[in-house]
C-alpha cells in the first residue's frame, strides 16, 4: 500500500493534526464520508490524559462497590456494607476511603458481557470489542487496537515523553494490535517504592557523562551515511529511525521528562500518602507523568482472580489499595488536575453470586462494576444497578463498547470513527459508539 | 455451495468497504432489471438476496453484525437464505413486511427513507432495488421458485487491463446459472479493490485507474461467488524493450522479475555493491555479520565464483539451521507455562534437528502431521499437547503450511473465500482421531508428561447440523483413509504431495519474504485467489523449484541469494523510487532481534549470559521467548504467552532506539575490559586499523577516505584518550541505520 497511513506517514498526518483526513486518503473517498457523518467532539471531551488501573484477575464486584446485604449468607459474603458521603450509597466495608471520596467519583454496577475467560474479558474491556475469535482463558490475544494505544495514536508524544505507559508490565490486550509498534506502551517494569528504581533507557547509562554523551552524539552525525529516500512513496523504513533518534535526544536533554519519572524526588510525606508499596508508587508516578502531558498510562495489578480464600485476601489488600485510589483522586483533584484527568478502576469482570468451596468467587461477566473519577465525570453518581442477589445486569444494562465510547468521548477521540488495518480492511473503533450519557458530565 | 448460519460466537470483522455505499447509492442504475420480469416468480436467493449485499443490508457493520442491527439481523453477507428469510418474513412477528400494503413495509420504507432509518436513505422509490423488494412481497414473499436454476459461476470480463494515469474501463459481471442461462449482474454484484489508489472501482463496476504504479486485484462479488479483475497501471513512460532484454540474468528468477517490471515499465536498480551482497548473506543464511576477518577474506577475493562460494560455505554452516529454525520457533513453539517445560524444549529441538540435518520440507511437515509418542519423548508430538481441539489444529495446520485461513469458516462462510462451515469441519475431521494418554494440560505448570496416538474413537460434528463429519481435504483430492489407520496419514500424504500447490508455494513465499523483505503475498500465509501474488509467475517458479528440488530448503535459499534479483542496490532510481513490491530493487530491513543481539555480542566481543541455556549461547539459540532479555524484547519477539504462529513486527519503535542508545547492558559491552574496544586499544594497531576494524566488523566494509580521515582526528586531539575514542565510535556506529538495517 503506497499511502498507508501507517507507521511514518500516519505519525506525521498526526503532527499537521490531520490524522482523520488523511486516514481515509488511502483508499475511496466515500469512506470519508461515512468518516465525517460520526462527528466526533462532545461538550465533555476535556480529559487531557488517562490513569487507568486494571485490577487483572476480575475484582469482585460484592465486597466493592456492589454490596449485596439482602442475598443469602452463601452469596452476600463476610463483609458488611458501609454507607458514603451519598445518601443511599453503600460500599463495601473495606473501602472506606473511597466511601469517604464518593462524592468525587462514579460508580456503574451494570456492565455485562460474555466473555467469562481473562483472555477474553481483558480483550473487551481493553479495546472495547469483543475478541473475533474464541480464546481460551490464558490467552493475549490481540484483535483490536486497545484504548491507551489508540489514543497514543491520536495524541502522539508530548514533551518527548511516549504517549503510553504500562506499568509495571503491559496488561493482556493493551498492545496497538494493527496500529503499529510504536503505539504499543513504553512498558516500566521496575518497583519505583525501591530505593534503586529508575526507568530504564530513557536517562544515559550510569558512568556516562553528559559530555561524553554529546561527542558521541556529534559523532554519530558525522559517521551515519547511509543514504535516506525522502520520497515517500519510496516507504523507506530508516526514515522513522531518524525521528525516533530526535525523539530520544529530546527525552534525555528534556528536564520535565526525567523529573517526571523521579518519583524520589517527591515530598515524603506524599510517598507515605499514596503507601510505601509498588502500587502506591506507581500510583505516584502515574500523576506525575500526567503532569509532564502523557496522555494514557496504565497500572497492571495483577491478582485479582481470587477463586479461593477471597475474604482474607481482600481484607489484607483492600485497605492499601484504596488508600492509594482515593489518594490519587484526592491529590489530582488539590493540584486542580481532577477536572483534566480521567481515572478508571476495573479489571475483565465481576465474580460469582455463590460462594464457591474454597471460599473464593469464580469468574462472572454478566455483572460487575467500574469506577471513574475526574474529566467531568458527576461525583455521587451509580449508574444502573444489579438485582438483589448480584446476578446480573438489570437496571440501564450497559456494554463494554458503552464503557468504552465514553472513555474514548473523554479522551476527545471520536469512538464512531471508522479505523483501516494495514490491509485496507475497515473496522469501528467502537461497534456501538453510545457514550454512558450519566458519566458525560 | 453450502448455506451457513451464523453463530453468535462469529467475528466481527467488519468485512469489506461496505461503508461506502451506505452514503450514495440512489443514483442511476443506467440498465434497469429487464421490465418483462414485473410478471415472473421472484425467488429469494436468486433475486432477493443480490439488493440486500447490493445495498450492503447485510454487510458487518450494518445488520449482518453479530447481533444485527437494532433488533434485525441477517447472515454476514446472505450465505444463509433461510435465515434472512425467516428475519425479514416471519421474525418480529413478521412486522417487517405488510401484505396489504406492500409499500408501508419496514424493508422498504427505511432504506427508502419513509421511516428514520441508521443506515440511511439508500434507494428512491424508482430503483430497480426497490421495485424487486416491492414486487417480491406483492408475490408474497416467496422463500423460493420451484426449478429456479444453481447458481454455478460468475465471471468478469474482461479479466485483466492495463491502464493509462486515470482511464477507466467498465467491468460486465455475468452470471452463469445451471440450466445453462445466464444473467448480466453488473449492477447487482459488489466491487472491492486491494489497492484503491492504484485502480478504484464504484458500485457500477466502473474502474478507475489512479497515477500510481502498480496492479490492483478488484473482486466482483454476487451471490456468494466472485471473480477477479487484475488492472495493471505502469509508469507513462516508456522503456524500449531492448533495456529488459539486456537485464542481467543469472537463473528464472530474474526472467520472472524482469517481466513484471516490463510490463510496467519499470527499471532495476544497479547492483549492489560486492560489500552490501556480503552483508546480506550472512544476515539472511546465518542470521549474524560476518566478523572483519570473513568480511575481509570475500573483499578480497577476485574469482568470478565467489558470491556462490560464499553461499554454498554459509548453508554449510551449523549456523544456518540455527538461524531458520529460530524463525520456525515462531510459527510452532508454544508457551512453555501451557504445555510444560521439558515437552517445549523437546520440540525446539525436534525443530532444530530437522534444520541440522536439513530434512526435506515435506518430510518434516509429515513427521509433524503424523506425530505420535510421549511428550518427553518426541518433540514433534507438542504440536498435539499444545492444540487439542480438531478445530484449532485445523486452522493452525491450514495456515501455516498452506497458507490457508480458515478462522472465518469456523463461524461463517469466509467471505473472500470458498470455504464455508462444512470444508471447516470436514477438515478438522482428519484430526479427529488422535487419542491423549497421561497427564493433560495443568496450567501454570503442565510439568508431566502425555502420551500421542492414533485412538480408534474420536469425530467431529458441525456444530449446527450435528452431522458427524467426514474428513475431506481442503481443496483437490486425497488418498482415502485405509481402516484403521489415522487420517492424519492421509492429511500429511495430501498435504505434502508436490501436486498440492499451496504447500510449497506457501513456504517458497515465506523463504522470499525473509530474504527479499517483502513477500509476493502478504501477509505471508493468505494464499487466496482474492489476494493475489504481485508476480504470480514469480511465485509458481519458486514453488515449482521447489518441489523439483526435493523440498530442499537450502537449494531455493541458494535459488534465491544467486540470482541478480537479489543482489540489485536499494537505492531507488528515478523511476523505480514509487515501487515497492516488484523488487526493482531491493528492500531495506530491520535486522531480526536475534540478530542484532548477536552481532552486538561478536562487535563488542563480550557474549551474553542468558538463563537456562550454556554459556556463549546465542539468541538465536533460545528455546523459549520466556528467557529473560530486555534486547530481545525491545526488538519485537513474539511475547512469551503468545499463541503460535507469530509474526514479529518489523516496524522501528522509539523504545529500541533507546534502547541501543542508553542501555546499561549494551554500555557495558562497548566499555567492558575484556571487551574489543579494549583489546583493540591495548594492541599496537594503529588509529586507521582500529578503524578499519570497526567499520568491517559493523558495516562488512572498508572505511572510505573521508571516514578515516573524520575518525582518526578525533585520536589526534589533544588528550584525546585512545579507548574512549574507540568505545565511542563503536557506539556512534552501532546507533546508525546501516548497522541497524539490511540494506
Given at each position: 500500500m503506497f499511502q498507508n497511513c501507517d507507521g511514518i506517514t500516519r505519525r506525521s498526518c498526526l503532527q499537521f493534526g490531520m490524522g482523520a483526513a488523511l486516514g481515509a486518503g488511502l483508499s475511496d473517498l466515500m469512506k470519508l464520508k461515512v468518516e465525517a457523518s460520526t462527528s466526533p467532539s462532545h461538550p465533555s471531551a476535556r480529559a487531557k490524559s488517562c490513569i487507568l488501573i486494571w485490577l487483572d484477575g476480575g475484582p469482585t464486584h460484592y465486597e466493592t462497590f456492589d454490596p449485596k446485604p439482602d442475598a443469602p449468607q452463601e452469596i452476600r459474603g463476610e463483609f458488611y456494607p458501609i454507607a458514603t458521603k451519598t445518601p443511599g450509597v453503600h460500599f463495601s466495608e473495606h473501602l472506606k476511603r473511597l466511601a469517604s471520596i464518593s462524592d468525587k467519583i462514579a460508580v456503574i454496577r451494570s456492565i455485562k458481557h460474555n466473555q467469562g475467560n481473562h483472555g477474553a474479558g481483558n480483550h473487551y474491556m481493553m479495546?472495547?470489542?469483543?475478541?473475533r475469535i474464541p480464546v481460551g482463558c490464558g490467552a493475549f490475544v490481540s484483535f483490536h487496537p486497545s484504548l491507551g494505544a489508540m489514543t497514543a495514536n491520536e495524541r502522539g508524544h508530548q514533551n518527548g515523553l511516549p504517549a503510553y505507559f504500562s506499568m509495571p508490565s503491559m496488561t493482556r490486550s493493551g498492545g496497538p494490535s494493527f496500529l503499529g509498534?510504536?503505539?504499543a506502551p513504553f512498558v516500566v517494569p521496575g518497583d519505583p517504592n525501591s530505593s534503586s528504581f529508575r526507568v530504564r533507557d530513557v536517562a544515559l547509562p550510569k558512568g556516562l557523562e553528559q559530555k561524553r554523551f554529546d561527542s558521541r552524539k556529534e559523532m554519530r552525525a558525522a559517521l551515519d551515511q547511509l543514504p535516506r529516500f525522502r520520497d515517500k512513496a519510496s516507504g523507506d523504513p530508516v526514515m522513522v529511525i531518524d525521528q525516533y533518534y530526535q525523539q530520544s535526544y529530546d527525552l534525555i536533554a528534556s528536564p520535565k521528562a526525567q523529573k517526571a519519572f523521579q518519583v524520589q524526588a517527591e515530598d515524603d510525606k506524599v510517598r507515605d500518602q499514596y503507601g510505601r508499596n509498588s502500587f502506591g508508587q506507581r500510583a505516584l508516578l502515574a500523576r506525575r507523568l500526567v503532569e509532564a502531558g502523557v496522555p494514557f498510562i496504565t497500572l497492571n495489578e495483577a491478582g485479582w482472580d481470587h477463586h479461593g480464600n477471597l475474604f482474607p485476601a481482600l481484607k489484607k489488600r483492600l485497605p492499601t489499595f484504596e488508600n492509594t485510589i482515593a489518594t490519587l483522586i484526592e491529590d489530582l483533584d488539590e493540584r486542580g488536575m481532577l477536572d483534566e484527568t480521567l481515572v478508571v478502576v476495573l479489571g475483565e469482570f465481576g465474580r460469582t453470586p455463590k460462594i464457591n468451596k474454597g471460599g473464593g468467587r469464580d469468574h462472572w461477566s454478566n455483572a460487575m462494576s467500574v469506577m471513574m473519577a475526574g474529566a467531568g465525570t458527576p461525583g455521587g453518581t451509580v449508574v444502573g444497578a444489579t438485582d438483589r442477589q448480584g446476578y446480573s445486569a438489570v437496571e440501564r444494562v450497559l456494554s463494554p463498547e458503552n464503557f468504552a465510547s465514553t472513555v474514548y468521548l473523554k479522551l476527545g477521540i471520536n469512538p464512531g470513527k471508522i479505523i483501516y488495518t494495514p490491509q485496507g480492511r475497515p473496522a469501528h473503533?467502537?461497534?456501538?459508539?453510545?457514550?454512558i450519557s450519566e458519566l458525560m458530565g | 455451495m453450502n448455506v451457513i448460519r451464523l453463530t453468535p460466537a462469529c467475528c466481527l470483522l467488519i468485512f469489506l468497504v461496505v461503508g461506502i455505499v451506505l452514503s450514495d447509492c440512489a443514483n442511476g442504475f443506467t440498465e434497469p432489471i429487464k421490465k418483462t420480469s414485473d410478471e415472473k416468480p421472484i425467488d429469494f436467493e436468486r433475486d432477493i438476496q443480490p439488493v440486500l449485499s447490493r445495498f450492503a443490508c447485510n454487510s458487518g457493520p450494518c445488520h449482518g453484525k453479530q447481533r444485527g442491527q437494532n433488533g434485525f439481523q441477517l447472515s454476514l453477507l446472505g450465505f444463509d437464505s433461510n435465515f434472512d428469510h425467516d428475519a425479514m418474513v416471519k421474525q418480529s412477528r413478521g412486522r417487517r413486511i405488510f401484505f396489504t400494503r406492500p409499500e408501508a413495509s419496514l424493508i422498504l420504507a427505511k432504506p427508502a427513507g419513509d421511516l428514520p432509518h441508521g443506515g440511511g436513505v439508500l434507494f428512491t422509490q424508482s430503483d430497480p432495488g426497490y421495485h424487486l423488494l416491492l414486487r417480491w412481497i406483492k408475490q408474497g414473499a416467496p422463500r423460493s421458485q420451484p426449478?429456479?436454476?444453481?447458481?454455478?459461476r460468475v465471471t468478469v470480463d474482461p479479466q485483466a487491463k492495463i491502464f493509462q494515469h486515470n482511464e477507466t474501463a467498465s467491468l460486465k459481471v455475468t452470471a452463469y446459472y445451471a440450466d445453462g442461462s445466464t444473467r448480466d449482474v453488473t449492477n447487482w454484484a459488489t466491487y472491492q479493490s486491494n489497492e484503491s489508489p492504484i485502480a478504484a472501482v464504484n458500485e457500477h463496476g466502473k474502474v478507475t485507474a489512479g497515477t500510481i504504479t502498480g496492479e490492483a486485484a478488484i473482486m466482483a462479488r454476487y451471490s456468494g461467488h466472485f471473480a477477479i479483475f487484475t488492472a495493471s497501471v505502469p509508469l507513462t513512460k516508456k522503456v524500449p524493450a531492448e533495456y529488459y532484454a539486456n537485464l542481467p540474468r543469472n537463473n528464472e528468477i530474474d526472467d520472472r522479475v524482469w517481466e513484471t517490471l516490463k510490463k510496467l515499465r519499470l527499471r532495476a536498480s544497479d547492483p549492489a555493491t560486492d560489500h552490501k551482497f556480503l552483508r546480506r548473506v550472512y544476515i539472511d543464511i546465518i542470521g549474524r555479520l560476518p566478523t572483519s576477518d570473513e568480511a575481509r577474506e570475500f573483499l578480497k577475493d577476485v574469482s568470478p565464483q565467489k558470491r556462490e562460494h560464499l553461499v554454498d560455505k554459509l548453508l554449510a554452516d551449523p549456523e544456518y539451521a540455527e538461524h531458520w529454525a529460530n524463525k520456525w520457533a515462531d510459527l510452532l513453539r508454544p508457551n512453555p507455562y501451557h504445555v510444560g517445560i521439558k515437552t517445549t524444549l523437546n520440540y525446539d529441538r525436534w525443530i532444530r534437528g530437522a534444520f541440522r540435518k536439513n530434512q526435506p520440507y515435506d518430510e518434516f511437515v509429515y513427521d509433524l502431521i503424523t506425530a505420535n509418542g510421549s511428550t518427553f519423548r518426541e518433540g514433534n508430538v507438542t504440536l498435539y499437547r499444545d492444540r487439542r481441539k480438531p478445530d484449532e489444529l485445523a486452522t493452525i495446520v491450514s495456515q501455516v503450511f498452506l497458507g490457508v485461513r480458515l478462522e472465518c469458516a469456523k463461524c461463517h462462510h469466509h467471505p473472500f473465500e470458498v470455504y464455508g462451515q462444512d470444508d471447516f469441519y470436514s477438515f478438522a475431521a482428519?484430526?479427529?482421531k488422535i487419542g491423549r494418554k497421561g497427564t493433560g494440560i495443568s496450567a501454570p505448570i503442565s510439568g508431566s508428561e502425555e502420551f500421542i496416538f492414533t485412538s480408534d474413537k474420536g469425530s467431529v460434528k458441525h456444530p449446527l447440523t450435528k452431522a458427524v463429519m467426514q474428513p475431506r481435504p481442503l481443496y483437490g483430492e486425497a488418498e482415502e483413509i485405509k481402516p484403521e489407520t489415522d487420517p492424519r496419514v492421509a492429511l500429511a500424504q495430501w498435504m505434502t504431495s508436490p501436486k498440492n500447490h499451496y504447500f510449497a508455494q506457501t513456504m517458497a513465499n515465506r523463504i522470499w519474504k525473509d530474504l527479499m523483505g517483502h513477500g509476493l503475498v502478504e501477509p505471508v500465509d493468505d494464499l487466496r485467489a482474492t489476494n493475489p501474488p504481485t508476480n504470480a509467475a514469480l511465485l509458481n517458479t519458486l514453488a515449482e523449484y521447489f518441489v523439483r528440488e526435493k523440498f530442499d530448503v537450502k537449494k531455493v535459499i541458494k535459488f534465491i541469494t544467486l540470482s541478480h534479483a537479489y543482489s540489485l542496490s536499494s537505492i531507488p532510481n528515478d523511476n523505480n523510487k514509487i515501487d515497492t513490491r516488484y523488487f526493482s530493487r531491493h528492500y531495506r530491513q530491520r535486522l531480526r532481534g536475534e540478530v542484532l543481539l548477536d552481532s552486538i555480542c561478536q562487535i563488542t566481543g563480550v557474549p551474553e549470559s542468558f538463563t537456562a541455556m550454556a554459556p556463549h549461547s546465542r539468541a538465536k539459540e533460545l528455546w523459549t521467548h520466556r528467557i529473560s532479555s530486555l534486547f530481545l524484547d525491545a526488538y519485537a519477539?513474539?511475547?512469551?504467552?503468545?499463541?503460535?504462529?507469530c509474526e514479529r513486527i518489523s516496524e522501528p519503535t522509539v523504545v529500541q532506539t533507546l534502547h541501543l542508545m542508553n542501555s546499561q547492558q549494551l554500555a557495558q559491552k562497548i566499555t567492558s575490559d575484556k571487551g574489543r574496544a579494549a583489546e583493540l586499544t591495548k594492541s599496537d594497531a594503529t588509529a586507521s586499523k582500529i578503524i578499519e576494524e570497526l567499520y568491517l566488523s559493523i558495516y562488512a566494509r572498508y572505511p572510505t577516505k573521508k571516514e578515516i580521515k573524520v575518525t582518526t582526528d578525533l585520536f589526534k586531539k589533544e588528550g584525546a584518550d585512545r579507548r574512549k575514542i574507540t568505545e565511542d565510535i563503536m557506539w556512534a556506529l552501532l546507533n546508525t541505520p546501516e548497522f541497524v538495517y539490511k540494506d
Open positions: 479495546t472495547g470489542a469483543p475478541p509498534a510504536q503505539y473503533l467502537v461497534s456501538d459508539h453510545t457514550p | 426449478g429456479t436454476p444453481q447458481l454455478e482428519y484430526f479427529a519477539r513474539p511475547d512469551p504467552n503468545q499463541d503460535p504462529p
